[in-house]
Nanobody, 121 residues
Framework: QVQLMESGGGLVQAGGSLRLSCAAS????????MAWYRQAPGKQRELVAA???????NYADSVKDRFTISRDNTNNTVYLQMNSLKPEDTAIYYC???????????????WGQGTQVTVSS
């Protein structure tokens, strides 16, 4: 019914930048929060950044002042601009959205397939 499609991952040198995007598609009635998570090998999945339907944002301390999350409500898309990348940012990045599909009475939690971000020294 609803899918999240991610793009923008890749390889970059330390200090470089990447821009991730995630578009929600399907029979969408309403989208509340949208967020980016990441998971490195051997580590727990962690919240990187989140943006509410009203536009308020939240960032992990490790990425604050380097990453920026934004959303385009017209196109049901969330972005993550990543600047000044460090090797410790290397992880699989997952898009997350809380969405009510058309005909559903409650919101559900949706995940993208994940996109690899690798930062070299």
């Amino acid at each position: 019914q609803v899918q999240l499609m991610e793009s923008g991952g890749g390889l970059v040198q330390a200090g470089g930048s990447l821009r991730l995007s995630c578009a929600a598609s399907g029979r969408i009635f309403r989208i509340n929060g949208m967020a980016w998570y990441r998971q490195a090998p051997g580590k727990q999945r962690e919240l990187v950044a989140a943006v509410s339907s009203g536009g308020s944002t939240n960032y992990a301390d490790s990425v604050k002042d380097r990453f920026t999350i934004s959303r385009d409500n017209t196109n049901n898309t969330v972005y993550l601009q990543m600047n000044s990348l460090k090797p410790e940012d290397t992880a699989i990045y997952y898009c997350n959205a809380v969405i009510a599909a058309t005909g559903m009475v409650s919101f559900s939690n949706y995940w993208g397939q994940g996109t690899q971000v690798t930062v070299s020294s």
